[in-house]
């Protein structure tokens, strides 16, 4: 399938969940995962229209760049090592996995200025998943506080891995509800207005929760084996 006529059904699915929730298209943005896929695959997106392009690794990211002659918005969505901040610090616009205050003390030294960084929460409770309990991020964004470089724009989750409608939507409202916490507190350098969530089989259920950046791979540009 053409990126253009992934994205089509895409938009149309995120239009349609936006109407249920009475929410505005334009509060939600398309980031196409494009860990799967090759250079020209993720130049096709942005022919498409795509702005914001997402990658989980650093490899990956720098070997896109290279490649891409167009400048897209690229968000790093990957769980990330402290020792690989100074190879993408540069080129991305967004970090979407801040779970820990040892990076979040790295990217303040290496940023040349602000940057817009999502707080990775694990709102399933399953083992398996990266990021920080809903009951210690509060605390967390107080710590962040000294850190001038880090703006924390929002908050990110991956959904369990579950057939279960019920328990998708639920880790989502935990999400809403943390963000609600969040910005009430009027903090200057966590205004907290992303929410990040929502992937191939769930973004419709996210957006209904009111995510703002859902983060597609598989169902937009496909993944590499369904290309070819
Ligand atoms: C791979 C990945 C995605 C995209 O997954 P799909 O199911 O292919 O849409 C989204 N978010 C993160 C953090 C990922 O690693």
Request: net charge negative.
């Amino acid at each position: 399938m053409k990126v253009s006529e992934n994205l089509e059904v895409i938009q149309s699915q995120i239009a349609e969940a936006c109407k249920k929730a009475n929410r505005s298209n334009e509060e939600v943005k398309i980031i196409a995962v494009t860990k799967y896929v090759s250079a020209e695959r993720t130049q096709e997106a942005i022919e498409a229209g795509v702005v914001n392009l997402g990658e989980n690794r650093d490899e990956g990211l720098l070997e896109k760049i290279g490649q891409i002659k167009d400048k897209p918005i690229w968000h790093f969505i990957g769980t990330l090592q402290t020792r690989k901040v100074k190879n993408i610090i540069d080129h991305v616009t967004y970090i979407h996995s801040l779970d820990r205050l040892s990076l979040a003390k790295e990217i303040n030294k290496r940023a040349a200025s602000k940057v817009n960084c999502l707080i990775q929460v694990n709102a399933s409770g399953e083992e398996s998943k990266h990021g920080l309990e809903p009951e210690d991020v509060l605390d967390f964004v107080s710590e962040l506080k000294q850190y001038s470089n880090i703006l924390v724009s929002g908050l990110m989750t991956m959904a369990p891995n579950t057939e279960d409608e019920q328990v998708i939507r639920d880790c989502f409202k935990t999400m809403k509800n943390l963000q609600g916490e969040i910005q009430s507190l009027k903090l200057d350098y966590a205004p907290c207005n992303e929410l990040s969530m929502g992937m191939s089989n769930d973004f419709q259920i996210a957006v209904e929760e009111g995510s703002t950046m859902v983060r597609i791979g598989t169902a937009l540009v496909g993944n590499e084996s369904e290309v070819q």
